[in-house]
């Protein structure tokens, strides 16, 4: 690391929900139960899987970075469940608009999550660089 490279830091608490919401609890329970179809824990493990990473994205709004990852991950379970829902209730494979199999729902989500990645990568990552660099200054 140089000398006099800006140091990127993220609040403790933040850290430690994330660590208790992505890695260890909610998620884990959740796409266990879609493997194993538990319908039931699988589909009543949604809401607060989701609930806590949409108040992750809320409480690190004020960095773009920060908060345009934490909506991806919230888009990225929101499909993850559709997904598993798709798959518990049988419509994943049936056809939908003579094209569409019900599973391609969770294109929806996934796409909106890969857009606000991508609207951070193309022009809200320039800025927050610029404003780290005047920082440093």
Request: one cysteine or more; hydrophobic letters at 50%; proline letters at 3%.
């Amino acid at each position: 690391m140089k000398q006099n490279e800006p140091m990127y830091q993220i609040p403790a608490r933040h850290r430690r929900m994330e660590n208790l919401h992505i890695d260890i609890a909610f998620w884990l329970v959740k796409d266990i139960s879609w493997c194993m179809v538990w319908k039931l824990l699988g589909i009543l493990m949604i809401m607060p899987t989701l609930s806590v990473a949409i108040f992750i994205a809320w409480r690190t709004r004020h960095l773009a970075s920060e908060l345009s990852h934490n909506l991806a991950i919230a888009c990225w379970i929101g499909a993850n469940s559709v997904w598993m829902i798709s798959e518990f209730f049988g419509f994943d494979e049936r056809i939908f608009f003579g094209l569409f199999e019900g599973k391609y729902l969770a294109m929806i989500p996934f796409t909106i999550g890969a857009a606000i990645l991508f609207y951070y990568y193309a022009c809200q990552r320039k800025q927050d660089t610029g404003e780290a660099l005047r920082a440093t200054s």
